[in-house]
């Protein structure tokens, strides 16, 4: 349960770090920290508009995106506390839970019948396929090491004491970063600021949502930036106790928020062909984990 409660706090202040951040980079004052969360409420306000073309299946999408969401939240863990739920191969849960939300939210930009939320849904869901090999095989890389396939005793058992744990550690962490942005269409690999419908990935996909439901959407993204970076939180805290991990949880967060912000800043977008090539490289360094993995464990031959 703290898991759950210290992700929805990060999640709070996640984008608007990164707005902030962004607009301290370009020289402009922006807006505040919380106007994401103040414009959610907003949306939450408002009534949701369907087109007729569109079937219950665009009706029900935000809300089991949403929820898919709150799922893969409650197998997260934080230090010594189990996360809400826990169980032997719960991080194969959590991917395929998240897989199920995508996966509505794939089907219901199909569902209004648009050819340019069809491209994004096609480029969403083959980044999302690229980017599968590079989680399994990282986690499966620290079950490995750990000798366990639940997250809350992978990162209690994951020490850190040769620099090769430590190595292995900070690639863990730049893969994990990797995937968040590609999980939320962020920077290199879409622009989530760009209103040309050719290239835009995620946010062609909800052009049709209003209301209520892109509300939902909205905090689903948020909170999913929340939960990796909370699992690169416990990469560095399984056995911290609580008065020092609990600043640390949020410290990392605010690190990681920052850094998406200067990353979104000085890095161009890249071209729509690089995209595959980007998130493909991503599982050559989950490899190299693997070999680490191997290395420490002295079962590299």
Known sequence: MLSLILIVLAAFFFTGIIIRTKSMASGRKGPGILQPIKDVVRLFRKGAVYSETTSFIFQIAPTIYFSSIVMAMLVIPFGQSKGVISFNGDFIFFAYVLALGKFFSIIAALDTGSSFQGMGASREALFSMFAEPAFFILM??????????????????????????????????????????????????????????????????????????????????????????????????????????????????????????????????????????????????????????????????
């Open 140 to 301: 499966g890389s620290l079950a490995l090491l750990t000798g366990h396939t639940s997250f809350y005793e992978i990162f209690t058992e994951l020490h850190l004491g040769s620099y090769v744990s430590y190595a292995i550690a900070l690639l863990a962490a730049f893969v994990l970063v990797m995937l968040a942005m590609i999980e939320n269409s962020r920077m290199p690999i879409d622009d989530p600021k760009t209103h040309l419908e050719l290239t835009m990935i995620h946010e062609v996909m909800v052009l049709d949502h209003s209301g209520f439901d892109l509300g939902l959407i909205l905090t689903a993204g948020y909170l999913k930036f929340a939960i990796y970076g909370a699992l690169v939180v416990n990469l560095f805290t399984g056995v911290v106790a609580y008065e020092y991990a609990i600043p640390l949880f949020f410290f990392i967060q605010f690190l990681m928020a920052v850094s998406v912000g200067l990353i979104e800043s000085f890095i161009a977008r890249f071209r729509m062909s690089h995209n595959a090539q980007f998130i493909v490289v991503l599982t050559s360094v989950s490899l190299l984990i693997f070999f680490g993995v191997l290395l420490i464990s002295g079962k590299f031959l």
